[in-house]
């Protein structure tokens, strides 16, 4: 039973056939003859309790794990990722001896590593939250999890799928902007997995295809109604873009430029989540982003054949 959707019985000692008397014990109260029936007075709506009146959170941010399940997925996301990747390691390193910079190179020219890796990590995670949340708690997962109608009201923000995309193109063009005005470091671990065409290609790919849905999922609508209901809906967004944007760190180099245009980012995308209560709106404009992003990386480079400044 969702403790959110619980109302309170209806309160048996007052029948409704019986008369309402005052609480100063004064006269029953009046009644008024209309034929055979009676009016009898009602108890004013002021006097039912707020919490009868109302839910305490909104649809969206009714949610069944708490900060004790959170943490566990956190641990279990760190330990499954060096698993994977230890054991992808061992699997696909040369049996030749090579140094942790040479290692590095040949892991990132195999395709089955890099993007491999990501994809059974994604994997493991969905299944974590498939087992906690729905098959052990028994909630539909992709609800629970926030994906929904698009429920905008009227004159705030659209109900068509097509506008979030095209504004996440727009976003995606605008962070183009102010990137190529930014003075970056060279050999950021982006640019280094870009050398290599066919890991390069997979990427983009998995960055349309998969990152989105994954990445909605997870901070859009695992990790924002956890901090909304703990701070507020404002600070959730802030926080959970913030988180968003540290996600990425590691792959920018942890260039501060780039991972606060990124927080920037996830805040529109959690802003409009929490506007529309549904994770398929920021999904959209997450789709769109990365859509712009990967199809001008490849034909600028003319499909990962010709980077730049060589």
Request: charged share 15%; net charge neutral.
């Amino acid at each position: 039973m969702n403790p959110f959707d619980e109302t309170p019985p209806p309160d048996e000692s007052h029948p409704a056939s019986a008369e309402t008397k005052p609480a100063d014990g004064g006269p029953a109260a009046a009644e008024a003859p209309v034929g055979d029936a009676t009016l009898q007075t009602v108890e004013p709506l002021a006097q039912i309790p707020a919490a009868v009146q109302r839910p305490p959170f909104p649809e969206d941010l009714q949610i069944t794990w708490s900060w004790p399940h959170f943490i566990i997925f956190i641990l279990f996301g760190f330990i499954s990722l060096i698993v994977i990747q230890t054991g992808l390691a061992a699997h696909y390193a040369p049996s030749k001896h090579l140094g942790s910079k040479e290692l590095e190179e040949y892991l990132l020219s195999n395709p089955k590593f890099t993007i491999g890796s990501m994809v059974i990590w994604y994997a493991v995670l969905f299944f974590f939250l498939y087992v906690t949340l729905s098959i052990l708690r028994g909630h539909p997962f992709w609800k629970i999890l926030g994906w929904r109608k698009i429920q905008a009201r009227p004159g705030e923000l659209p109900r068509n799928p097509v506008v979030y995309f095209l504004a996440g193109c727009g976003l995606s063009l605008a962070v183009a902007i102010a990137s190529s005005r930014m003075k970056t470091p060279e050999n950021v671990p982006m640019e280094e997995l870009f050398k290599h065409r066919e890991t390069a290609l997979l990427f983009m790919a998995m960055a349309v295809l998969m990152a989105p849905l994954v990445e909605e999922t997870l901070f859009r609508g695992y990790l924002y109604p956890l901090l909304a209901r703990s701070f507020g809906v404002a600070p959730g967004i802030v926080l959970t873009g913030m988180a968003f944007g540290a996600m990425h760190g590691a792959q920018l180099g942890w260039t501060w430029s780039l991972v606060g245009i990124l927080m920037v980012v996830g805040i529109v995308f959690t802003f409009v989540r929490a506007r529309t209560g549904s994770v398929l709106a920021s999904y959209l404009m997450h789709l769109g982003y990365n859509s712009l992003i990967s199809f001008f990386a490849i034909v600028g480079t003319h499909g990962f054949t010709k980077l730049p400044g060589q």
